[in-house]
């Protein structure tokens, strides 16, 4: 750049810059022409294509970049006819289909009406044939999009669809502006600042319809659209939402770039190739941060249509990347559970009720609206840092189910009318320690499937499930069980495990099941063992794809069918209080199974109990399965230690002890909760301390 050139673009940038945090909502924001890909921006600009499908987000993002390639004093392309053919050619397509009432589109909503807005506010002339049409245009998608009075009337977040609603609610700011529409700018900056902005939960994660968390690959754009709001109005309130999305990335994001998708919605869980890293760029400009700058580094001499204006907004150089730190657990808050990594081995338990506003939102007063959980649990084998695809296999679901009728179904993820298993109704508790963690959990199985269920739950299923796991640096074992609290009649009783190698063609590969004994199985470089089960009706499975395309078998289902199960669409009667179990364990393959894994208490209707012997130490999980606190009383060997130590998921105490075998346990239990019971000699495994992402994330 000359001397001329960066003396004119200081200038221009002294002046500006408090516009990046909210000048007018007409400003053209001043790039930096030292930001990485400066030299690539408009790239994705088609200059001499006549033709726009108005569909996409390709397109949507392409209309933005045109707009400023035309408009922008940077832009080597300032009013070049062929950059103005090519964005009227898209602006027409986009607004045809807003003419015709075509539904929401969150795919231009936000780009169409702001490239709009700047130029009808910058070059009217240039479009002075379309104005009175394209107004009208604007006008019915705001319309549309005002259909939502849960949010932009009554602004409730339990039925917010974060990455969705937030990029409408900028199309209908901007138009709005575009249009002089006062009404469309304040409905959509309530909707933004007083409902969308307080989604941010946790350690960085957000709601997905409901109360869900969000996958990475929705949280890439909930954050470019956070931080397009927040340049061009300055919302404190956007600002704070972005505050608190600092540890998402470098905490979800696995190495290889594959994140727990288990801990997310209940389908599309291997969407697509996003892996947050675009909102990891993004993130470390904005804040410095070098976790975020570790992923997000490996895009930035890339061109990125969807961010690259914001980078050449928000650009800070002398960043150093800092090299995310493994061999830990911690307790998540986003999903309210344990996380841990090891290299080349992760898990993670999901605590978090997505059906009800608690604890973040106390005050909603209103339940979501999404089915439930699939699982509570996932496990993956992953590979290298920096390889986006190398995905070693993962275990992404487990969970007992029934067959509702006879038939097939290709919906997986929520089982249609064919399969229930979805939770409802949660009573989940969880522990984190530095060397272990566990989960508890007894809910209902739910009729509902979807986000356009009634607000009424509505009493689901007579079958309850029951799961307590144990998450450590070797492995993940859970007692998982299934029970019916009235006679029921239904077509099949099982517990189902999802294996899942990736999503053809986007990441991952084609993994065979292979079953390497009668109770032990290898997928990809995961190892699964069922010690224990009283299902009775041996093993199937069944080739899937985790987003129901029909040429995409990388995953599989593996099935603990009941002895009465016949698998040919029978009805089968079960009689009140049923009971099914089945003890699982998942390793990467280089480590080793359990000395032992077993159900203590099995057909128990107080109590779950659940003992996993390792080399070094044991473990005991005792899970009150009632809603009365209860006493537990046992005997337990002294397995491989001379320590004991009990460990609460109501209380943060823990208390060690030396002891003479056998241990005598008596503690009351709390209504649905759990307590481990940990056998050592090594002091390590009697650690009470429970560590959070500050305590790991620490730049060195």
Same mark, same amino acid.
């Given at each position: 750049?000359?001397?001329?050139?960066?003396?004119?673009?200081?200038?221009?940038?002294?002046?500006?810059?408090?516009?990046?945090?909210?000048?007018?909502?007409?400003?053209?924001?001043?790039?930096?022409?030292?930001?990485?890909?400066?030299?690539?921006?408009?790239?994705?600009?088609?200059?001499?294509?006549?033709?726009? !499908?108005?569909?996409?987000?390709?397109?949507?993002?392409?209309?933005?970049?045109?707009?400023?390639?035309?408009?922008?004093?940077?832009?080597? +392309?300032?009013?070049?006819?062929?950059?103005?053919?090519?964005?009227?050619?898209?602006?027409?397509?986009?607004?045809?289909?807003?003419?015709?009432?075509?539904?929401?589109?969150?795919?231009?909503?936000?780009?169409?009406?702001?490239?709009?807005?700047?130029?009808?506010?910058?070059?009217?002339? #240039?479009?002075?044939?379309?104005?009175?049409?394209? #107004?009208?245009?604007?006008?019915?998608?705001?319309?549309?999009?005002?259909?939502?009075?849960?949010?932009?009337?009554?602004?409730?977040?339990?039925?917010?669809?974060?990455?969705?609603?937030?990029?409408?609610?900028?199309?209908?700011?901007?138009?709005?502006?575009?249009?002089?529409?006062?009404?469309? *700018?304040?409905?959509?900056?309530?909707? /933004?600042?007083?409902?969308?902005?307080? %989604?941010?939960?946790?350690?960085?994660?957000? +709601?997905?319809?409901?109360?869900?968390?969000?996958?990475?690959?929705?949280?890439?754009?909930?954050?470019?659209?956070?931080?397009?709001?927040?340049?061009?109005?300055?919302?404190?309130? %956007?600002?704070?939402?972005?505050?608190?999305?600092?540890?998402?990335?470098?905490?979800?994001?696995?190495?290889?770039?594959?994140?727990?998708?288990?801990?997310?919605?209940?389908?599309?869980?291997?969407?697509?190739?996003?892996?947050?890293?675009?909102?990891?760029?993004?993130?470390? &400009?904005?804040?410095?941060?070098?976790?975020?700058?570790?992923?997000?580094? *490996?895009?930035?001499?890339?061109?990125?249509?969807?961010?690259?204006?914001?980078?050449?907004?928000?650009?800070?150089?002398?960043?150093?990347?800092?090299?995310?730190?493994?061999?830990?657990?911690?307790?998540?808050?986003?999903?309210?559970?344990?996380?841990?990594?090891?290299?080349?081995?992760?898990?993670?338990?999901?605590?978090?009720?997505?059906?009800?506003?608690?604890?973040?939102?106390?005050?909603?007063?209103?339940?979501?609206?999404?089915?439930?959980?699939?699982?509570?649990?996932?496990?993956?084998?992953?590979?290298?840092?920096?390889?986006?695809?190398?995905?070693?296999?993962?275990?992404?679901?487990?969970?007992?189910?029934?067959? $509702?009728?006879?038939? !097939?179904?290709? #919906?997986?993820?929520?089982?249609?009318?064919?399969?229930?298993?979805?939770?409802?109704?949660?009573?989940?508790?969880? /522990?984190?320690?530095?060397?272990?963690?566990?989960?508890?959990?007894?809910?209902?199985?739910?009729?509902?499937?979807?986000?356009?269920?009634?607000?009424?739950?509505?009493?689901?299923?007579?079958?309850?499930?029951?799961?307590?796991?144990?998450?450590?640096?070797?492995?993940?074992?859970?007692?998982?069980?299934?029970? $019916?609290?009235?006679?029921?009649?239904?077509?099949?009783?099982?517990?189902?495990?999802?294996?899942?190698?990736?999503?053809?063609?986007?990441?991952?590969?084609? &993994?065979?099941?292979?079953?390497?004994?009668?109770?032990?199985?290898?997928?990809?470089?995961?190892?699964?063992?069922?010690?224990?089960?009283?299902? @009775?009706?041996?093993?199937?499975?069944?080739?899937?794809?985790?987003?129901?395309?029909?040429?995409?078998?990388?995953?599989?289902?593996?099935?603990?069918?009941?002895?009465?199960?016949?698998?040919?669409? =029978?009805?089968?009667?079960?009689?009140?209080?049923?009971?099914?179990?089945?003890?699982?364990?998942?390793?990467?393959?280089?480590?080793?199974?359990?000395?032992?894994?077993?159900?203590?208490?099995? $057909?128990?209707?107080?109590?779950?109990?659940?003992?996993?012997?390792?080399?070094?130490?044991?473990?005991?999980?005792?899970?009150?399965?009632?809603?009365?606190?209860?006493?537990?009383?046992?005997?337990?060997?002294?397995?491989?230690?001379? =320590?004991?130590?009990?460990?609460?998921?109501?209380?943060?105490?823990?208390?060690?002890?030396?002891?003479?075998?056998? /241990?005598?346990?008596?503690?009351?239990?709390?209504? &649905?909760?759990?307590?481990?019971?940990?056998?050592?000699?090594?002091?390590?495994?009697?650690?009470?301390?429970? *560590?959070? &992402?500050?305590? /790991?994330?620490?730049? @060195?």
């Amino acid at each position: 750049m000359t001397a001329l050139s960066r003396l004119v673009f200081t200038s221009f940038f002294v002046q500006s810059l408090p516009m990046v945090l909210g000048g007018a909502v007409t400003d053209l924001h001043p790039l930096d022409p030292d930001s990485p890909a400066f030299d690539l921006l408009y790239s994705d600009v088609q200059v001499g294509n006549p033709t726009a !499908t108005g569909t996409g987000f390709k397109e949507g993002y392409e209309t933005l970049n045109a707009a400023y390639a035309y408009l922008h004093p940077q832009s080597p +392309h300032q009013y070049d006819p062929d950059y103005l053919a090519r964005l009227r050619a898209l602006l027409d397509a986009r607004m045809s289909r807003w003419q015709q009432n075509e539904g929401i589109d969150i795919t231009s909503s936000f780009g169409t009406a702001y490239a709009y807005l700047l130029m009808k506010y910058h070059r009217p002339d #240039d479009i002075s044939d379309k104005i009175e049409e394209w #107004d009208d245009s604007v006008e019915k998608m705001g319309k549309e999009i005002l259909k939502n009075t849960l949010l932009y009337e009554d602004h409730i977040l339990a039925n917010g669809w974060l990455n969705g609603d937030i990029r409408l609610a900028l199309g209908l700011y901007t138009g709005g502006a575009a249009i002089d529409n006062v009404e469309y *700018q304040e409905k959509a900056s309530e909707a /933004i600042d007083m409902v969308l902005s307080q %989604a941010v939960v946790g350690d960085g994660a957000s +709601h997905y319809v409901g109360f869900n968390t969000e996958v990475a690959t929705y949280r890439d754009t909930t954050i470019n659209s956070f931080l397009w709001w927040w340049t061009l109005t300055g919302s404190p309130k %956007a600002k704070a939402a972005l505050d608190k999305t600092i540890p998402y990335v470098p905490l979800s994001v696995e190495p290889s770039g594959f994140q727990e998708q288990s801990t997310g919605i209940p389908y599309k869980h291997s969407y697509n190739g996003i892996r947050g890293r675009g909102a990891a760029l993004a993130t470390a &400009y904005l804040y410095g941060d070098r976790y975020n700058y570790f992923f997000g580094s *490996q895009k930035e001499n890339s061109y990125n249509p969807e961010y690259s204006l914001l980078y050449a907004i928000h650009y800070r150089e002398g960043l150093e990347p800092q090299t995310p730190p493994s061999n830990f657990m911690l307790y998540d808050r986003a999903i309210m559970g344990p996380r841990g990594r090891w290299e080349d081995w992760a898990v993670v338990a999901n605590g978090r009720d997505p059906q009800t506003p608690e604890p973040d939102h106390p005050d909603q007063g209103y339940d979501g609206r999404m089915g439930g959980k699939n699982t509570f649990v996932g496990a993956l084998a992953v590979g290298s840092w920096e390889n986006n695809t190398s995905l070693k296999a993962a275990l992404d679901g487990v969970c007992p189910e029934f067959k $509702n009728r006879p038939g !097939t179904t290709d #919906d997986w993820a929520r089982g249609a009318n064919t399969y229930r298993f979805l939770s409802q109704d949660e009573e989940t508790s969880t /522990i984190t320690r530095k060397t272990f963690g566990s989960l508890a959990t007894r809910y209902r199985l739910s009729t509902r499937r979807s986000a356009g269920a009634t607000e009424d739950w509505g009493k689901g299923t007579d079958w309850l499930g029951e799961q307590v796991w144990l998450l450590t640096g070797d492995r993940l074992v859970g007692l998982v069980q299934i029970y $019916n609290e009235t006679a029921a009649t239904v077509f099949g009783l099982n517990t189902r495990i999802s294996l899942v190698g990736g999503r053809y063609p986007i990441l991952g590969r084609f &993994y065979e099941l292979d079953e390497l004994s009668p109770n032990e199985f290898r997928f990809g470089e995961l190892q699964l063992r069922i010690p224990e089960e009283n299902f @009775g009706g041996g093993y199937s499975q069944e080739r899937f794809s985790v987003n129901n395309h029909p040429s995409d078998d990388r995953a599989v289902m593996l099935r603990l069918h009941a002895v009465e199960d016949e698998r040919d669409d =029978s009805a089968i009667e079960y009689r009140a209080g049923t009971r099914r179990y089945a003890v699982i364990e998942c390793i990467q393959e280089d480590r080793s199974f359990s000395e032992k894994a077993e159900n203590l208490l099995p $057909n128990d209707e107080k109590f779950a109990v659940l003992e996993v012997t390792e080399e070094d130490r044991k473990f005991r999980l005792v899970q009150n399965l009632t809603d009365e606190t209860l006493k537990y009383s046992g005997e337990m060997d002294s397995g491989p230690g001379t =320590s004991v130590s009990l460990h609460k998921s109501w209380s943060a105490d823990v208390r060690v002890a030396d002891f003479q075998p056998p /241990i005598s346990l008596n503690m009351e239990i709390p209504p &649905y909760e759990h307590a481990v019971v940990v056998v050592s000699s090594e002091e390590k495994h009697h650690d009470a301390k429970t *560590q959070f &992402y500050e305590d /790991i994330f620490t730049e @060195g």
